[in-house]
Nanobody
Framework: QVQLAESGGGLVQSGGSLRLSCGAS????????VGWFRQAPGKEREFVAA??????RYADSVKGRFTIPRDSAKTTVYQQMNNLKPEDTAVYYC????????????????WGQGTQVTVSS
């Protein structure tokens, strides 16, 4: 069974960039949809971006700033985050499901432990 682990979070100034990694152990991302979600203190987990073998999708709040490179290795999926804003501060999670991408977190069945991203103003 694939297990996920996120890394790459940290503290960055507004306008800066980070690249998050989602690593798979015990399997690969082949034929899986991968979603990125985030949760800020006191808020519900929200959709950020997702990719599958035919498509990708981004939340309006990150469109044009975040991307999931399509040439990611089969055991690692990245999320490139540019022009970060204080409102991007949250714990970021990656998740997978064995079908097409969706923005609904409840439809993903495997989750990583999360990585903290903090953007200072």
């Amino acid at each position: 069974q694939v297990q996920l682990a996120e890394s790459g979070g940290g503290l960055v100034q507004s306008g800066g960039s980070l690249r998050l990694s989602c690593g798979a152990s015990g399997g690969t991302f082949s034929s899986l949809a991968v979603g990125w979600f985030r949760q800020a203190p006191g808020k519900e987990r929200e959709f950020v971006a997702a990719i599958d073998w035919r498509d990708d999708r981004y939340a309006d709040s990150v469109k044009g700033r975040f991307t999931i490179p399509r040439d990611s290795a089969k055991t690692t999926v990245y999320q490139q985050m540019n022009n970060l804003k204080p409102e991007d501060t949250a714990v970021y999670y990656c998740a997978t499901r064995r079908t097409v991408l969706t923005s609904t977190p409840l439809l993903y069945n495997m989750w990583g432990q999360g990585t903290q991203v903090t953007v200072s103003s």
